[in-house]
């Protein structure tokens, strides 16, 4: 029986990961705390870590991992970003991750999030809550007939842009690997990005994060939008130049924006800080715009992808068990 220490253990994440399929046969470690150099000693008397995105597994912490017997990284999130990879393969240590949970939850927010902000249900509830039953300020616009500019169109893209299809919307994409055969069955439109971002009432987000599209939304980009319009990020903070963000929200350049992450979220999203001053002064001036809508990197939050999250896990747990060859497209290292 395999001994698994879960890291920055959420209630959720202990509910799908106890009752997924053979987890019956794991003994469970649930730490709400991290995983880092620091706290490695904790997975003493395990076999296998169960990290999530914002656990930082550099060399020392793998090497202390490995001097306590553990044989499996096994991340339950699809990026691996925080794990040196080198290092895992020097101590012998296999990392395996969840490539893909549910793309229909992360497109489904980000059209929720559009919905919201044009339409400012988010306003409208808490004024009525308040018994403010006045319409002023709430006007939004029609999405039927609009253009939405989607980047990237790759699991969660395509899907996005068939949501806004439905809407009867203009879609155009822009992707350095188009799906040329896809976009003519849903009459979506492949551009280049600058004719993408001049021609677009809305644009969404749907790229990786990689080392040279970092900021890729920036001062320059902002300019050659068209004024006034709604910019969605659910992909990745650092996507987003959050100064030129401000600016350009500042100037009516842009007309709202809505994000589920944010570049410098690591320490922020996920947890309660309700008690306590907000230190981060981009954040706390994006939080002051009527037209921008915050969530918390909660895009991929449906019990679909809560229930995908747990048995790709507990999968690659027991293949450990079992030496079986993990499947391809779970194993990183
Ligand atoms: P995917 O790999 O299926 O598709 C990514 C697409 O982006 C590919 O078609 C690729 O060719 C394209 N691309 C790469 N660089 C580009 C660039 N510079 N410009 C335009 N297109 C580019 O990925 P996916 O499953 O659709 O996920 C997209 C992103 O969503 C992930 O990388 C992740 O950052 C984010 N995500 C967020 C959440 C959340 O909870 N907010 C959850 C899961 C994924």
Request: negative net charge; contains cysteine; hydrophobic residues 40%.
């Amino acid at each position: 029986m395999h001994e698994v220490a879960v890291y920055d253990t959420k209630p959720y994440d202990k509910e799908y990961l106890s009752k997924a399929e053979g987890a019956e046969s794991i003994t469970w470690r649930f730490h709400e705390f991290r995983l880092n150099a620091e706290t490695a000693s904790t997975s003493n008397g395990s076999t296998v870590v169960c990290p999530f995105v914002n656990d930082q597994l550099d060399q020392v912490c793998i090497e202390k991992l490995a001097e306590n017997g553990i044989e499996l990284i096994a991340l339950r999130c699809a990026g691996y970003n925080n794990v040196d990879l080198k290092a895992a393969k020097t101590c012998n240590l296999s990392v395996t991750r969840v490539p893909a949970y549910s793309p229909h939850a992360v497109a489904e927010h980000a059209v929720g999030l559009l919905l919201t902000l044009n339409r400012r249900i988010h306003r409208a509830y808490n004024r009525v809550r308040e018994h403010n039953f006045a319409l002023n300020g709430l006007v939004g616009f029609d999405l039927n007939g609009k253009t939405v500019g989607i980047i990237g169109t790759g699991k969660i893209g395509k899907i996005a842009a068939c949501i806004f299809r439905g809407f009867d919307m203009r879609v155009l994409a822009y992707d350095p690997y188009p799906s040329e055969e896809w976009a003519e069955e849903n009459r979506v439109e492949y551009a280049d990005l600058n004719a993408l971002l001049a021609q677009s009432d809305i644009i969404s987000l749907h790229v990786p994060l990689l080392r040279d599209n970092v900021h890729m939304i920036n001062a320059e980009t902002i300019r050659c939008m068209k004024s006034g319009v709604f910019l969605i990020n659910t992909s990745r903070g650092k996507l987003i130049d959050t100064k030129a963000l401000i600016e350009g929200l500042k100037h009516g350049q842009l007309g709202g924006v809505a994000l589920d992450v944010y570049e410098e979220e690591e320490g922020i999203f996920f947890e309660d800080h309700s008690e306590s001053v907000l230190q981060d002064d981009e954040l706390s001036r994006l939080l002051t715009f009527p037209n921008v809508l915050i969530t918390s990197h909660q895009a991929f939050l449906t019990k679909e992808a809560l229930n995908e999250i747990a048995r790709v896990t507990v999968g690659n747990i027991h293949r450990l068990a079992t030496d079986q060859a993990f499947l391809p497209e779970t194993q990183v290292a």
